[in-house]
């Protein structure tokens, strides 16, 4: 079983900075693509950022400049360093990796229990 575990949110005023993490334990071989995605109330689901396990990202138009992921591939680790907040992007973050992990042969999504990021002056 692979569990992932987000921390790093809170509250921050406009303009400001947060750095989420998320951390994969479990029975791991390989962790392909790790994601963030965000939702906010009575909205969609929706991609923030990507990383390959080459450390190809991409991003979604409206973070691109401001947010930055990075992943710590030996710490099973994911990182959002996000800048120049705005209230819109107040949502609850998630991560969400691939991996190939005992006893299954092929990738598998996981999910994590989601953070809350908050801006408000």
């Known amino acids: 079983q692979v569990q992932l575990v987000e921390s790093g949110g809170g509250l921050v005023q406009p303009g400001g900075s947060l750095r989420l993490s998320c951390a994969a334990s479990?029975?791991?071989?390989?962790?392909?693509?790790m994601d963030w995605y965000r939702q906010a109330p009575g909205n969609e689901r929706e991609l923030v950022a990507s990383?390959?396990?080459?450390?190809?990202?991409t991003y979604a138009n409206s973070m691109q400049g401001r947010f930055t992921i990075s992943r710590d591939s030996a710490k099973n680790t994911v990182y959002l360093q996000m800048n120049s907040l705005r209230p819109v992007d107040t949502a609850i973050y998630y991560c969400?990796?691939?991996?190939?992990?005992?006893?299954?042969?092929?990738?598998?999504?996981?999910w994590g229990q989601g953070i809350q990021v908050t801006v408000s002056s």
């Open positions: 969400n990796f691939a991996v190939i992990a005992a006893p299954l042969p092929v990738p598998h999504n996981y």
């Open positions: 479990g029975r791991i071989f390989t962790i392909y693509d």
């Open positions: 990383i390959t396990n080459t450390g190809r990202t």
